[in-house]
């Protein structure tokens, strides 16, 4: 079992079992006043990233480890900063990052393909044919292809069951099967659709 300390004037530390807090989020101000199991009443003096500073009507002044919950808390203050942990700023990054992520990755085109034009003939020869440029055709697969990855990201980190989220990835794979023809297009091996291998 992990252990925490909890100090107290110049005596030998009390080792106290370790358990992760279970109130998310929760960070006491200064003012809030508390009720530790071995050391009663006390009020919180200052606060901490990582803990609390709380002085104790028998005890004096301890410092406690945010990650003991065996405090029990008898009047709730707000905290005046915002103190983020590891997991609050990975978590806040996290969805900025899933929020964002559609914007389009710079990825390269074949050199031979840059300044050509794709031109779709009309079976009609009395119609006149369409062309594009290759970059900007180039450039819809790509957006293509960014999309699909976003979807297949929201469908991985969705609240589906496992076997919700495998059907759905079987119809992304043959997505990507169906685009495999585009692949002469780019300029990386790592940048080519993959679809299911036989």
């Avoid at 300390?5 to 279970?22: A, G």
């Avoid at 983020?84 to 031979?112: A, C, N, Y």
């Avoid at 055709?137 to 969705?158: A, G, L, P, T, Y």
């Amino acid at each position: 079992m992990l252990q925490s300390e909890c100090n107290y004037n110049n005596q030998k530390p009390l080792i106290l079992p370790k358990i992760q807090i279970t109130m998310e989020n929760l960070s006491l101000g200064i003012g809030s006043r508390v009720k530790h199991p071995s050391f009663g009443k006390g009020v919180v003096i200052q606060s901490y990233s990582d803990s609390y500073e709380i002085t104790f009507l028998d005890f004096g002044t301890k410092t406690i480890l945010k990650s003991f919950d065996g405090l029990e808390v008898l009047e709730y203050v707000g905290s005046a900063t915002d103190l983020l942990s590891f997991e609050q700023v990975e978590r806040t990054f996290s969805k900025l990052l899933h929020r964002w992520s559609d914007l389009q990755e710079i990825v390269p085109m074949g050199s031979k393909w840059k300044g050509g034009m794709m031109t779709l003939q009309p079976a009609d020869k009395a119609l006149k044919p369409k062309e594009i440029p290759v970059e900007t055709f180039f450039h819809k697969i790509v957006m293509v292809r960014d999309r699909i990855r976003v979807m297949e990201q929201r469908i991985n980190s969705s609240n589906l069951s496992d076997e919700e989220k495998v059907n759905l990835q079987q119809y992304i794979t043959r997505i990507y099967g169906s685009l495999t023809t585009f692949n002469v297009l780019f300029a990386d091996k790592e940048d080519y659709f993959t679809g299911e291998s036989k």
